[in-house]
């Protein structure tokens, strides 16, 4: 599988200072409804979000999400795109501002998400996410999975969640999961790996692994991954927002 570029590259963190350095470079975004709120900013992408005290890391990005978004490959040219456990929505809206003419699936268990998910959307203007809980609406196939899983919930129902969904990749498309390490991340891929979608580690950061668990299409075998490679951590510039 030939290394792509990431989805972001640069910074990926909590900063709402108007005289941070770079700020000027970034579009201005609207206030958000009241409430919670965190300041987004990925590389070149900056956007204010509603988030909820009901929701994982409400007050900030986590730092999983930020190797995630850092990290994590840009998607291929087409096919629908899915943020697996979306929370409040980092990982949908920067696929959604990025890949405007993309659907971008955000789905999460949790019904608050999903609200908050689709607010924020709404009020960027990203017309392209579609939040929605598990098992509704949603397509059979995605041309790239991006996901902080939920470890919290136990390693079982994290495991079988992601199984639940890795059937749906497309062939040779690819999940992008980042577990921290002391969190069982090397015990994942291995799982992942026994179960016929070969996972291999992409980048390892700040403790925790991305990883890349390879989807291999209805009826056709698994392919091998190849090793990581350093590509991965130093792949160009940035993708441009739209």
């Known amino acids: ?4 570029r990431p989805l972001a590259e640069g910074r990926a ?26 300041a987004l900013r990925v590389g070149s992408f900056q956007a204010v979000l509603r988030t909820d005290p009901s929701l994982f890391s409400y007050t900030h990005l986590d730092p999983g999400t930020a190797v995630l978004l850092r990290t994590a490959p840009a998607p291929p040219v087409d096919g629908d795109l899915l943020d697996l456990g979306c929370g409040w929505g980092p990982v949908a809206v920067t696929l959604a501002a990025r890949h405007p003419d993309r659907i971008v699936w955000a789905v999460d268990a949790d019904p608050r998400a999903i609200a908050i998910t689709q607010e924020n959307a709404q009020r960027l203007g990203l017309a392209n996410v ?16 991006y996901s902080n899983p ?55 950061k700040r403790g925790y692994r991305v990883l890349c668990a390879e989807g291999h299409g209805e009826g056709t075998p698994p392919a091998p991954v190849p090793p990581p490679t350093r590509a991965m951590e130093n792949p160009g510039p940035p993708l441009r927002p739209a």
């Open 130 to 145: 579609r939040a929605t809980p598990p098992g509704e609406a949603a397509p059979a196939r995605f041309a790239a999975i």
């Open 13 to 38: 963190d909590v900063d709402g200072g108007a005289g941070s350095r770079g700020a000027a470079r970034h579009r201005t975004v609207p206030d958000p409804a009241p409430g919670h709120q965190v």
């Open 1 to 4: 599988m030939a290394p792509r």
């Open 150 to 204: 939920p470890v919290r919930v136990g390693k079982r129902t994290m495991r079988d969640l992601l199984i639940e969904w890795l059937p749906r990749l497309d062939a040779g498309a690819c999940a992008y999961l980042v577990v921290k390490k002391n969190l069982g991340a090397d015990g994942l891929a291995r799982f992942l790996t026994d179960e016929g979608w070969p996972t291999g580690r992409l980048c390892s």
